[in-house]
């Protein structure tokens, strides 16, 4: 991601998230501490844009995001308005929000991390947003511990 991306907003770290795909739903991967998903965070300056490998894919090999700065209100429930809003747009260009804080699908579960410390939202991944991804129907969400920074995790509501 460029300078104005997530990554630089990270520290310039990237956060490469991994979700388990052997048998959707037997690996608990909903959930930010059963090992059916993974946050390995790198150094943004180490990135290098890789080729897919030939055979099969998924995903486009190119993805036209770009982040779109929007303030946040302070109040939650005006946030979660103005994001469901923003999902219900029809040109539908959102994929999620990064920074602010989550719009939760159930309820709250911001992760601790292994320091003691709750971790801070990082991002939020909707389902809809591109073909591929799958968290049950719902929506993905992406946390990092501000205090010992080596440790981030992922889960996912539906």
Known sequence: MGEDGAAAAQGDKLLLLFQCQQHPGMC???SAASGGNAVLQADADDALPLVPPG???YLPTRNPLSFVAIE??????RAA??????LAAPDRGVVGKAGGGPVWVQYDE???????????FIAQLEETAAPGLNFGGGTAYVFRCDD???EARFLWQC
């Open 55 to 57: 055979g099969l894919t």
């Open 72 to 77: 946040e209100p302070a109040d939650a429930d």
């Open 28 to 30: 608990e991967e909903w």
């Open 81 to 86: 308005d103005q994001y469901y809003q923003a």
């Open 110 to 120: 911001t992760p601790t991390c292994s320091c003691g410390r709750v971790m801070r």
């Open 148 to 150: 010992c920074e080596a």
